[in-house]
């Protein structure tokens, strides 16, 4: 049996999960489970990153302590954010969160050196402020103290491989959403950074899902009392992960996974870019083995989470399933909003914002929780519904079914509106979507599968899925 650890890294939670392989099917297993918060320091919105880094060990101590023989480890994150390295290797500051204003309306800036329609042309990455882009140009314009001291950008993922194995690269799932990288080529777009005069010097050769990175150095062997455990690149963007843990039924069936985002796409061959996907602003991001994520970015179910926090400051403790229960005997179930609005990006106060949205668009103001969670239920269904409208215009393809995995499976509510308000079926699965992804490259980097097709079989065995019906 090959014993092998994926840390899978949100934006609110980590995870250090143990994958069991027997050779047919695949066993997940928990060791270690801790919080993500941000922290806001000065009016700016951190990672805290020295904190991560020590769960990261302990995720490890507790693995060995349980498996003596661990294969390797593999580690996902969220996309975008990196840290800079000064040229002793020390962090020279907390990587900033892509939620911080910092970014806010500096597109109008980038657009006066090259346009938007040149960058998707080269990059095929949807427009976002918080992409690494808009991110690194914000550091030229107001942190050029810290740019002219850095000497290495690592990504997320990177930063954590590089210190515990010391080799720096820059994974390609990850980088290719930063909108920094040649979509065709597979290697950074130097014309464009130049353009923008950002230090391309900075950057890292491009390391692909499913090579070595390296093995744990001497200092963490040491610590943690480990051998040296190797370290595998998987599809280190946690989408990237997902998405090549999903059984996906067929050429006409859509992912669409829930989590703190809803991503909804396809996996192409090969960069869909043309007039229609700059139109509806959807992304070409990077995927395993060579694949492209044609998807768009939805905001998830981080408004659902931010509901119930604010809920429990302000008013009573409440759980998820009373939000649901709360939401599902609601009378008046036409209450919406547009879970992309830039006032549900950062809100201070969630909820507010969610009655002056509905209030502002001639809606009423919801009265109490039920009313206020079915506002974004039925904000992301029909955000969903738009998405494969959207998606079938530009690639000219019937969607007949959505694989829906992550976090969202658990709300049923979610996923039989999902069914109601597309009118396709919904097949749900797996819950742990870049875990399972996560560990298939791990398997394929030790040998032990040969391909992603094969490593989708094995997660297929491995679960249980159920479906959704449209209610007619």
Partial sequence: MKVILSFDFGASSG?????????????LEEVHRFQNEPVLIGGHLYWDFLRLF?????????????????????????????GLLDENNNLISNPIHYR????????????????????YKSTGIQYMELNTLYQ????????????????????????????????????YTNASTSQMLDVKSKNWDFKLLDKLGLPSSLLQNIIMPGEVWGTLNKDIQAELEVGSIPVI??????????VAGIPLEDENSVYLICGTWSLLGI??????????????????EGGVEGTIRFLKNINGLWILQQLKKAWCERVEEISFPDIIKAAKAVKNNNFIIDPNNVAFMAPLNIVEEIKNYCAKDGQGTPSDLGEVAISVYNGLTNE??????????????????????????QDELLCQLTADVTGKKVITGPLEASVFGNAIMQLKALGEIKSLEEGRAIIKRSIEMKEYIPKK
């Fill in 15 to 27: 995870r250090a999960i143990i994958s069991k392989y027997d050779g047919n099917k695949i066993e």
């Fill in 54 to 82: 020590h769960e990261l060990k302990i995720g490890i101590k507790k693995a060995k302590a349980k498996y003596k023989d661990i294969s390797s480890i593999g580690i996902d994150t969220w996309a975008v954010d990196y």
């Fill in 100 to 119: 911080d204003i910092r970014t806010n309306n500096i597109i109008k800036d980038i657009e006066k050196s090259v346009s938007f329609e040149e960058i």
């Fill in 136 to 171: 690194l140009y914000s550091d030229l314009k107001y942190r050029n103290n810290l740019l002219k001291e850095a000497k290495s950008l690592l990504f997320i993922p990177d930063l954590f491989n590089f210190y515990l194995t010391g080799n720096k690269y820059n994974e």
């Fill in 384 to 409: 969903f519904n738009k998405v494969i409208d959207n998606l079938e215009e530009v690639t000219g393809k019937a969607v007949e079914t959505i694989n829906l995995v992550g976090g969202g499976i």
């Fill in 267 to 284: 996996e192409s061959k090969g960069p869909i870019i043309n007039e229609a996907s700059l139109k509806q602003n959807f992304t070409n």
């Fill in 233 to 242: 690149a998987v599809g280190s963007h946690d989408t990237a992960s997902a």
